[in-house]
């Protein structure tokens, strides 16, 4: 019973056979953790968890809406998300407004998404991929329009590095220093709707957050080197993605668990580590100004 | 003589049909210390913003350095009230945003030499490297004053730097604030509820009040009389031992603080 039951999570039979058959799925994992990995630095910056989750369930509900209608599903992903995303963005500048919206956006799409996915005839595998994640469904047009969206969302991001950085950790000084964080904002949401879209056909609408938020949240945990959390949150997204990957190569379960008990291992590592390192004061200071240190984040 | 670093003339703001006020005539030299006092929504930080260029004049004219003021203008230094800063990013980051963060790209150049220079300016070397939100609200503050001075400003804004600080911290920062418009020669524009800490160097108060404004030597602005037709309401300024009171009709006292 239990040896049947682990056979289904691991099994590493036949792994020869398998591994070229998901050569597409690796590469799209890896470009998905590239895209999450960078987008989450700014999602923790910006606190923009819950956004996220929001704008993957509309990605959701633009996906099964292509199912039903048999279009492209990477089309409606990426439909999907872009209006959620635009919609968060100009809705809801302030965060409190913004969390409202995101919570009235999210239950639509879902039901939405669930509506197209009870109408429409094809395999259930197919319904469940996207909200669980699939792993042996990236064909090569699809590994073309995620390399494509990848590039945009990389490329986008590199323009705006500095001010973006600016104006997520000091939005009025940025503001005085004539920093558009308005628009900066904006064109965030859209970077983030295009990598929510992508992951969505990696990972499962429900289970974006496990790539788009937790490497950047565990790195931010154990440096605050703008050079190291974006290097660290990559890293991290990557074992987690091409991690889990492999590991459910030869299973009959979806990827999801996998990626997502994996980076959620490296999340609690990182944040004993982070722990350990705040409470001593996180670089040597001489006693008299750890004395009068104040408040410690986290 | 040289161009005023700020040159307020007839100058009024208005939002819709409420005036904040009207009739500004203010000319701040290099290395003044102008103090801005008023009460809530008297317009002290809106004032602010129209020097950052953030919001226009409704009538009269302004100039930076002898120009209209620009948005991101490299010219204006501004140092914000204390915030708990959420992400863990290093007092030497904020530092280096300071210098260029408003540019687009990642940023190639090194500008470590830099940053050290500006953080041993206010003291704060020993911090360089941990994150912000774990600094004390005076080391924040030293910071800020770190970052406001990265672009060279010839003027410092500060809104309220000494906001949620004890007594101690106030007098350190605004004694920081002060020693550096002396080493720069920046004009500092500094808006606050408590005058006493920053007495002892403003040069020049404007005093924004509701019925009317007033700007000189704080000894000539600071006065019962003066303060009275400002608040249009009878006002007392009491002075104990070298500390200024300031004390409305309604028993309420400004500008001091009972909780030391």
Not at chain 1, 258 to 275: E, H, K, P, W
Not at chain 2, 1 to 7: K, Q, W
Not at chain 2, 152 to 158: F, M, R, T, V
Request: charged fraction near 15%; charge should be neutral.
């Amino acid at each position: 019973m239990t040896d049947d039951w682990w056979a289904r999570l691991v099994d590493f039979s036949d792994y020869g056979q398998l591994l070229p058959l998901v050569t597409n799925s690796l590469v799209a994992g890896s470009l998905l953790a590239l895209v999450g990995g960078l987008v989450g630095v700014f999602v923790v910056q910006r606190d923009l968890a819950f956004a996220v989750h929001g704008v993957s369930e509309l990605s959701f509900a633009g996906a099964s809406a292509a199912l039903l209608f048999s279009l492209d599903v990477s089309l409606g992903a990426v439909a999907g998300s872009l209006v959620a995303a635009l919609l968060i963005g100009l809705l809801g500048a302030r965060a409190r407004e913004r969390n409202s919206i995101v919570g009235v956006l999210m239950p639509f799409g879902l039901g939405l998404g669930v509506l197209a996915l009870a109408l429409y005839p094809g395999r259930a595998a197919n319904k469940f991929g996207l909200l669980t994640g699939q792993i042996v469904a990236v064909d090569d047009a699809r590994l073309t329009a995620m390399v494509a969206i990848a590039a945009v969302v990389v490329g986008g991001l590199l323009v705006v590095w500095r001010p973006l950085t600016f104006a997520s950790v000091d939005p009025d000084v940025a503001a005085a220093r004539g920093v558009p964080t308005r628009a900066l904002s904006l064109v965030f949401m859209l970077l983030l709707g295009l990598a929510v879209a992508m992951a969505v056909q990696i990972v499962g609408a429900l289970l974006v957050l496990s790539l788009l938020i937790t490497p950047a949240a565990a790195a931010v945990r154990v440096t605050a080197s703008p050079v190291w959390v974006p290097v660290l949150a990559v890293l991290f997204a990557q074992v987690s993605a091409v991690g889990g990957i492999l590991l459910a190569l030869g299973a009959s379960v979806p990827i999801s668990p996998y990626v997502t008990t994996i980076s959620f291992a490296i999340y609690l590592a990182c944040r004993f580590v982070g722990g350990r390192r705040a409470r001593r004061g996180w670089v040597r200071r001489p006693a008299r100004q750890a004395a009068a240190g104040g408040t410690i984040a986290g | 003589m040289s161009t005023p670093v700020l040159e307020l003339t007839g100058a009024g703001l208005a939002f819709g049909s409420r005036t904040v006020w009207s009739g500004l005539d203010l000319v701040v030299e290099a290395g003044e210390f102008v103090t801005v006092l008023g009460p809530n929504g008297s317009g002290k930080t809106s004032l602010l913003r129209v020097v950052l260029g953030q919001l226009p004049l409704s009538v009269g004219r302004i100039a930076v350095l002898g120009h209209p003021p620009r948005r991101g203008s490299r010219a204006v230094g501004y140092v914000p009230q204390q915030r708990h800063v959420e992400t863990p990013v290093r007092a030497r980051d904020l530092v280096r945003l300071g210098i260029d963060g408003d540019r687009w790209g990642p940023g190639r150049h090194a500008r470590r030499a830099q940053v050290d220079e500006l953080l041993a300016a206010v003291g704060a070397s020993e911090y360089a490297d941990v994150p912000v939100g774990m600094l004390s609200g005076g080391e924040q503050q030293r910071v800020r004053i770190a970052q406001a001075l990265a672009s060279g400003p010839a003027i410092l804004l500060c809104d309220e730097p000494l906001l949620s600080l004890d007594l101690r911290r106030q007098h350190e920062v605004t004694e920081l604030i002060d020693a550096t418009r002396r080493a720069t020669g920046a004009a500092v524009l500094f808006v606050t509820h408590e005058v006493n800490p920053v007495l002892p160097y403003t040069d020049r108060v404007l005093y924004l009040g509701p019925a009317g404004h007033a700007a000189g030597a704080p000894d000539d602005v600071l006065t019962s009389e003066r303060l009275t037709a400002l608040y249009g309401a009878p006002i007392d300024v009491v002075r104990v031992q070298g500390r200024v009171l300031v004390v409305g009709d309604d028993g309420h006292i400004h500008h001091s603080r009972e909780d030391e």
